[in-house]
């Protein structure tokens, strides 16, 4: 069965305090490996594809890499509005697999 | 990309009755997407609707339930059907080509009483 899991489902940080969120997957036919941040009462918003193990995109604090069966989120240095819930989706041909998502509240 | 406006944002509606949301996209897309989430959950597809072809359901989705149209390539609707407090819920219509980010609108709030 295609499954999509995020871990943890929430994480607390203080402000400037570094860690990284996990996606792993069992999902054939993989076409990618999305990450997306949701802000309440928003749609999702993309952030990073990841097509093949061993790469690895980057913007601003955040940095997504992948490996054959997970991806993580890097947050380096984090600051209250990166404050969000971030979901992973694999996609195979034909549709999207969501994880739960991880809502990550950082404190000034 | 695609900027997506979702209409109406938020609705309340009795029990019994429907509601038809309206997805429109500034560019040409081929696919277009209909989620729901659930409070709190993360995201579950209905059905993709794809321009001059039926749509395609998810299990545990029935076109009886969610009719969706899709008359050109900027534009879609979904509707919920003889609503029930369990469809209260966000839905979210998104687009994207194979293999290729999805981007979402802001979704439509639906509370049913």
């Known amino acids: 069965e295609d499954q999509v899991t995020q871990s943890p489902e929430a994480l607390r940080l203080q402000e400037g305090e570094s860690s990284s969120l996990n996606c792993s997957y069992t999902?054939?036919?993989?076409?990618?490996l999305f990450w997306y941040r949701q802000d309440p009462g928003k749609g999702p918003e993309f952030l990073f594809t990841?097509?093949?193990a061993g790469e690895e995109k980057e913007k601003e604090r955040l940095k997504a890499t992948l490996t054959k069966k997970e991806s993580f989120l890097h947050i380096t240095a984090p600051k209250p509005e990166d404050s969000a819930t971030y979901l992973c989706?694999?996609?195979?041909?034909?549709?999207?697999?969501f994880g739960s998502g991880t809502k990550l509240n950082v404190k000034p | 990309s695609a900027v997506i406006s979702q209409k109406p944002s938020r609705d309340i509606c009795q029990r019994g009755t429907s509601l038809t949301i309206q997805c429109q996209v500034d560019?040409?897309?081929?696919?277009m997407f209909w989620y729901r989430q659930q409070p709190g959950q993360s995201l579950t597809l209905i059905a993709t609707?794809?321009?001059?072809?039926?749509?395609?359901?998810e299990s545990g989705f029935v076109i009886d339930k969610f009719p969706i149209s899709r008359p050109n390539l900027t534009f879609s609707t979904l509707t919920v059907s003889n609503m029930s407090p369990e469809d209260s819920s966000i839905y979210l219509c998104?687009?994207?080509?194979?293999?290729?980010?999805?981007?979402f609108g802001d979704g439509t709030r639906l509370s049913i009483l």
């Open positions: 998104s687009v994207g080509s194979r293999g290729e980010p999805q981007h």
């Open positions: 999902v054939s036919g993989l076409r990618g």
């Open positions: 990841l097509y093949s």
């Open positions: 989706a694999v996609g195979d041909f034909n549709k999207f697999y």
């Open positions: 560019s040409q897309v081929t696919m």
């Open positions: 609707a794809n321009q001059g072809s039926e749509a395609t359901y």
